[in-house]
Structure formats: C-alpha cells, structure tokens
C-alpha cells in the first residue's frame, strides 16, 4: 500500500468515535491506521456487540475495499462501527432470554449440562459455534467438580453490566442526545410567495 493511503487523516470528533478508535488501535500496533479483517469480529464484540457469525460476515464484506483486500482502513471502519452502537444493533442478550434458551436445552430440567451435551448441541444446532468460541465458553461455564454446565451459574457470570459509559450503547446514546438538531427543511419559492402574499392581506 502506498504511504499516502496510510495517511489519510481519520478525524476523531466524539468520545464514541474515540471508544471505537482505541479498540482499532489494539490490534494496530505499528499505527498504519490499517488492521486485517480478520480481526473485525474481535474488536466488534470486545467492544459489547453480540452479532451472528452471518452478520459479522456482512459487516466484513460492507468494510472490504479494492485499495484494501483483506484489510480495512480506521476512516471506513470508525463511521460503520459507531453507527451499530448509535442504532443499537447486535445487543447482548438479556439474562432472561438466555436462561429460556438453556431451559430449552435442558429436558430435565435439572439446571444444569454435561460437557459433551452442551458441546454437542452448539456445535451441530442452529449457527455452531467456533472450537475456540466453544473453549472460551467453557473456562468460564464448565464446573470440573461437578464436572457439568450450571447455566444459571453461567448466565450470572457471563452477563456482567458495564456501569455509565462502560457500555458503549449507553456512550452512544448520550452522543446522539447532545448532537444539534437538524436545520429546519429549506422554503421553496412558492412558500415564500405564498407566505408573502398572505402577509399582504
């Protein structure tokens, strides 16, 4: 890539912006301002966002550009990414839909899943998880005394809440609240006639 592409200046004008910036910038270290896409899906969730494996790949092909395969560049990863937060797209399940969905998964209703039923199902229904998605879940979920799944457990861990501003929707929401309002719409010339006219009588 040519060094005027790496120089394209990305303009930082909100904290938003710069929540979304700083989590790019891990995974720049060399500060080209250019990161590959495969670390899109990392960075989207890190920061709280909960898509689908199809709709991270959506994200990704919406950010692939012919300057930059298999790379993307901070200037059209900052404005797509920070209007996910803005429309509140992709929100971390609440605990109570979680716990519906483990119960559906428990036909005995004994709170709880042994590894290789738990494994078994995410790895074969619905969209499957990832060896490594499915190693992560399981440092946190598994129980090696009991050697089982407590979801409910699991759900308390797992849901912990980012107070204030630590949760990137409610930055985004105090961001769109502070914005201007918009102009109000430009008078065409038959309103301004008219309101000329009625103004003579």
Same mark, same amino acid.
């Given at each position: 890539?040519?060094?005027?592409?790496?120089?394209?200046?990305?303009?930082? &004008?909100?904290?938003?912006?710069?929540?979304?910036?700083? #989590? @790019?910038?891990?995974?720049?270290?060399?500060? &080209?301002?250019?990161?590959?896409?495969?670390?899109?899906?990392?960075?989207?969730? *890190? !920061?709280?966002c909960c898509p689908t494996e199809a709709e991270l790949q959506?994200?990704? !092909?919406?950010?692939?550009?012919?300057?930059?395969? *298999?790379?993307?560049?901070?200037?059209?990863?900052?404005? !797509?990414?920070?209007?996910?937060? +803005?429309?509140?797209? @992709? $929100?971390?399940?609440?605990?109570?839909?979680?716990?519906?969905?483990?119960?559906?998964?428990?036909?005995?209703?004994i709170g709880c899943l042994t590894k290789e039923e738990l +494994?078994?199902?995410? +790895?074969?229904? *619905?969209?499957?998880? &990832?060896?490594?998605?499915?190693?992560?879940?399981?440092?946190? #979920?598994?129980?090696p005394l009991s050697k089982t799944i407590n979801y409910e457990?699991?759900?308390?861990?797992?849901?912990?809440?980012?107070? *204030?501003?630590?949760?990137?929707? &409610? $930055?985004?929401?105090?961001?769109?609240?502070?914005?201007?309002?918009?102009?109000?719409?430009?008078? +065409?010339?038959?309103?301004?006639?008219?309101?000329?006219?009625?103004?003579?009588?």
């Open positions: 890539m040519d060094d005027d592409e790496e120089e394209i200046e990305v303009p930082i &004008t909100n904290d938003l912006e710069q929540r979304v910036a700083e #989590a @790019f910038a891990v995974f720049d270290p060399f500060q &080209t301002k250019i990161i590959e896409l495969k670390d899109v899906p990392s960075i989207i969730r *890190g !920061l709280g959506d994200i990704i !092909l919406s950010l692939e550009t012919q300057k930059y395969p *298999g790379s993307v560049h901070l200037v059209n990863f900052l404005p !797509l990414v920070t209007d996910l937060f +803005t429309q509140h797209k @992709f $929100l971390p399940p609440t605990p109570d839909k979680l716990l519906e969905a483990f119960r559906r998964l428990d036909p005995r209703g +494994t078994n199902l995410m +790895t074969t229904e *619905g969209e499957p998880f &990832t060896n490594d998605e499915l190693e992560e879940m399981m440092e946190i #979920a598994f129980d457990y699991y759900v308390n861990q797992l849901l912990y809440e980012p107070e *204030g501003e630590k949760n990137v929707y &409610t $930055l985004a929401d105090r961001i769109e609240a502070e914005k201007p309002p918009p102009p109000p719409p430009r008078k +065409t010339m038959s309103e301004y006639l008219r309101e000329a006219a009625q103004q003579a009588e």
